[in-house]
Every structure is written in structure tokens, then in C-alpha cells.
């Protein structure tokens, strides 16, 4: 099975601080994804990469930026948190082909 | 502008009965359409995948339905068990799949199973 593994299930900051949300896969896959979710806007995406060190922007990039040194592994990065990203954060990989996305179980990220 | 729709928002049914849940899309041009499981503090999980070739998947007592000429797709469960209560999201593909990017998720259908 598939393992997609996000760093902490809850995470508080206060505004300001630059917040780093880790994110692992265990099975090869090229394609990584993050996405927030919030009530009534359904999943958006933030960043996605399709190899090591490439990454494209998603629909919401703004206040975001992402960092894929390895190919397992695919990080978010809040510059410098504000109270509006405070939501749900799902990481999601995907390998190439006809294939559905495999997500972690989320980070609910509060900033204070 | 590519979207997703799906209806109802929620939904509340007896466990046992059967339900059909919508998805209308405007997503172009079509590569595919997924529907996702996503329990209540869980992040989604796949139920069905569908390319434009194929107009029927089944996964257990889940059976997706596509017609892609009247861009819609259905979500049917059969004999609902209390486990199915979950949120079941659309997600349809505008290119093929080397291209990651290119996808639009709905809002979600809010299933309710009560014994």
C-alpha cells in the first residue's frame, strides 16, 4: 500500500513565523501535490512538482513556496504565516499515467 | 473557466437504502474522472478512476457512470453501511496525466448513513 506520511496531524504559530509542513512517500512516485482545504471551497492547489527541484505553481501560491530536494520527500513552506492560512493542509502523490492521487491524512495548521 | 459540480451538498440516508450521488463538469479537454472517499478527519482516499473510453467502474457497492458527451458523472452505492458516511468528491482531468497539474476538484457531496 501506498504510504503518504505529513509530518504533524496539528500544528499552532503565532503570525509571522516561517512554517515548514514536511511531507514523505514511500513508493516512487514522480508527481507531488499540496493543497489546502476549507469549508465550502473544497481542495485547492497550492504547488505540485513532477520531479526533483521542479515544481509549478497551483491555483493559490501566493504567501507559499515549496522545496523538493528528494524525490520521496516534498515540503510547503508559509514564508511568514498569516491568520488567513489557517486550514487544512493535504499533501498527495501521484505517479505518471492513468493513475489516481494517494493523500496523507492532512495537517490542520492554526496560526494564531 | 473549468468546474466541477457536484450535488447534492449533503445528503442524509437509512443504512441499507441506496443512493446516487452528481457530477457535472465543464473541465476541457477530458482526460478523466476520479471520485474520492474522504472520511471526516482523513485525508481522500480513491473509490473509482474513468478515461474517456469508459462508461462504467465499479469498486465493491460503488459504481461511477460517465457519459462523456453530456459531461456528467455519478457516484451509486448499494446498500449503504453506516462506514459509508463520508464526503465523496469529483475530480475530473483536463490533460493527460504527465501533465500533474491539471485538475479540478468539486466541493464534495456530504453523505450522512443513519442505522
Known amino acids: 500500500d501506498v504510504k503518504v506520511t505529513q509530518s504533524s496531524r496539528y500544528l499552532v504559530k503565532r503570525t509571522g513565523e516561517k512554517v515548514f509542513l514536511e511531507c514523505v512517500q514511500d513508493?516512487?512516485?514522480?508527481?507531488m501535490f499540496w493543497y489546502r482545504q476549507d469549508p465550502g471551497l473544497g481542495l485547492r492547489l497550492i504547488y505540485f512538482?513532477?520531479?526533483?527541484?521542479?515544481?509549478e505553481k497551483g491555483d493559490i501560491p501566493e504567501g507559499y513556496s515549496v522545496s523538493r530536494e528528494k524525490k520521496e520527500r516534498f515540503s510547503l513552506i508559509l514564508e511568514s504565516a498569516s491568520t488567513n492560512q489557517t486550514s487544512m493542509y493535504l499533501c498527495?502523490?501521484?505517479?505518471?499515467?492513468?493513475?489516481?492521487?494517494?493523500f496523507g491524512d492532512g495537517t490542520r495548521l492554526s496560526i494564531l | 473557466k473549468n468546474q466541477v459540480e457536484q450535488s447534492p451538498q449533503s445528503l442524509i440516508i437509512l443504512e441499507g437504502k441506496n443512493c446516487t450521488l452528481q457530477?457535472?463538469?465543464?473541465?476541457?479537454?477530458?482526460?478523466?474522472l476520479r471520485w474520492y472517499k474522504q472520511d471526516t478527519g482523513r485525508g481522500p482516499v480513491s473509490l473509482t478512476i474513468?478515461?474517456?473510453?469508459?462508461n462504467t467502474k465499479s469498486n465493491g457497492r460503488y459504481t461511477a457512470t460517465l457519459d462523456a458527451d453530456t459531461k456528467q458523472s455519478s457516484l451509486h452505492i448499494t446498500a449503504s453501511q453506516l462506514s459509508d458516511s463520508a464526503s465523496y468528491i469529483c475530480?475530473?482531468?483536463?490533460?493527460?496525466?504527465?501533465?500533474?497539474?491539471?485538475?479540478?476538484f468539486g466541493d464534495g457531496t456530504t453523505l450522512t448513513v443513519k442505522p
Open positions: 474513468m478515461t474517456f473510453s469508459e
Open positions: 457530477c457535472n463538469y465543464t473541465v476541457s479537454p477530458f482526460s478523466n
Open positions: 513508493m516512487d512516485h514522480e508527481n
Open positions: 512538482s513532477y520531479d526533483v527541484k521542479m515544481k
Open positions: 475530480v475530473v482531468s483536463a490533460s493527460p496525466e504527465g501533465n500533474a497539474g491539471k485538475s479540478t
Open positions: 498527495a502523490s501521484q505517479p505518471i499515467g492513468y493513475q489516481p492521487q494517494h
